[in-house]
Nanobody, 126 residues
Framework: QLQLVESGGGLVQPGGSLRLSCVIS????????IGWFRQAPGKEREGVSC???????TYYADSVKGRFTISRDNANTVYLQMNSLKPEDTAVYYC????????????????????WGQGIQVTVSS
């Protein structure tokens, strides 16, 4: 059974860091696109960062470029390292996987991914 489980969220002060983890079970992370998305209250879910497991290319939204880093281990865990967090980063963060592989770009970091985690809250506040 395919399952994505996020962890690592919580409350952090502005300027702080968090690392989100997503353990994916039920299939192997080979030749798929994986990504992190977020949804803030009253806003649509948006792509934050995505990666192709084919060529390891990545995409970052302009709002997080230089602060967030997507990575994966050699097994089935995907990470999102978030540094220099801002209050506007507050949202529910979702891990997702798609059963296609492409060279990553904004076009392929959209809400049409096939598999989703349950989401985890990240709150940036003093």
């Amino acid at each position: 059974q395919l399952q994505l489980v996020e962890s690592g969220g919580g409350l952090v002060q502005p300027g702080g860091s968090l690392r989100l983890s997503c353990v994916i079970s039920g299939f192997t992370l080979r030749y798929v696109n994986i990504g992190w998305f977020r949804q803030a209250p009253g806003k649509e879910r948006e792509g934050v960062s995505c990666m192709s497991t084919g060529d390891r290319s990545t995409y970052y939204a302009d709002s997080v470029k230089g602060r967030f880093t997507i990575s994966r281990d050699n097994a089935n865990t995907v990470y999102l390292q978030m540094n220099s967090l801002k209050p506007e980063d507050t949202a529910v963060y979702y891990c997702a996987a798609h059963s296609v592989v492409t060279t990553m770009s904004e076009k392929y970091c959209k809400n049409d991914y096939k598999y989703w985690g349950q989401g985890i809250q990240v709150t940036v506040s003093s």
